[in-house]
T-cell receptor
Framework: DTGVSQDPRHKITKRGQNVTFRCDPI?????LYWYRQTLGQGPEFLTYFQNEAQLEKSRLLSDRFSAERPKGSFSTLEIQRTEQGDSAMYLCASSPGRRPQNEKLFFGSGTQLSVL | DAKTTQPNSMESNEEEPVHLPCNHS???????IHWYRQLPSQGPEYVIH???SNVNNRMASLAIAEDRKSSTLILHRATLRDAAVYYCILRVFTSGTYKYIFGTGTRLKVLA
């Protein structure tokens, strides 16, 4: 078990391009979260999956953002027509989803997106 | 959304105890109090969590006020590696979903 893995670590793109990030959660974790973090701020919730079902989306997630978790394993976050305001660290986290009293988040190292 | 309030920054000398405070006056009965910390260029790392009783683990201790409206993370002997941003957050169960709501955290500086 190597923890939550995110790819790529860094992404530089031009405004208007599409980008896709991948997250591999800890195996057998059935809950998966995406967060966005800008400099000096705490992580902001974007979306949440229970297995393959996307159960909640933040209003921060505009129509240009889409996330999937096929077969309840890895997840992808796609941003279409990127804007400079999308520049941020995108963090993925997973949790076991079994006993509520033991629930906690395990984060990946994030993908740093820079939109030029 | 349930919110927490923390000081923006704190300083501590190496090998001394550190008490990081957090206010969460709007906490509900089923909300868990979680602490995470984040080193530069890394994702947050779990530290400790609790519901009503004080908790201890190998990293830290969590002291929860009797009314649950505040809590304190205690690092017993700060080291230089403990320098990080510490987030006190509430884990809220709403609409069938666990939500972890982060604030801006406390930046801890450890002086050698």
């Amino acid at each position: 078990d190597t923890g939550v893995s995110q790819d790529p670590r860094h992404k530089i793109t031009k405004r208007g391009q599409n980008v896709t990030f991948r997250c591999d959660p800890i195996s057998e974790h059935n809950r998966l979260y995406w967060y966005r973090q800008t400099l000096g701020q705490g992580p902001e919730f974007l979306t949440y999956f229970q297995n393959e079902a996307q159960l909640e989306k933040s209003r921060l997630l505009s129509d240009r953002f889409s996330a999937e978790r096929p077969k309840g394993s890895f997840s992808t976050l796609e941003i279409q027509r990127t804007e400079q305001g999308d520049s941020a660290m995108y963090l993925c986290a997973s949790s076991p989803g079994r006993r509520p009293q033991n629930e906690k988040l395990f984060f990946g190292s994030g993908t740093q997106l820079s939109v030029l | 959304d349930a919110k927490t309030t923390q000081p923006n920054s704190m300083e501590s000398n190496e090998e001394e105890p550190v008490h990081l405070p957090c206010n969460h006056s709007t906490i509900s009965g089923t909300d868990y109090i979680h602490w995470y910390r984040q080193l530069p260029s890394q994702g947050p790392e779990y530290v400790i969590h609790g519901l009503t009783s004080n908790v201890n683990n190998r990293m830290a201790s969590l002291a929860i006020a009797e009314d649950r409206k505040s809590s304190t993370l205690i690092l017993h002997r700060a080291t230089l590696r403990d320098a990080a941003v510490y987030y006190c957050i509430l884990r809220v169960f709403t609409s069938g979903t666990y939500k972890y709501i982060f604030g801006t955290g406390t930046r801890l500086k450890v002086l050698a």
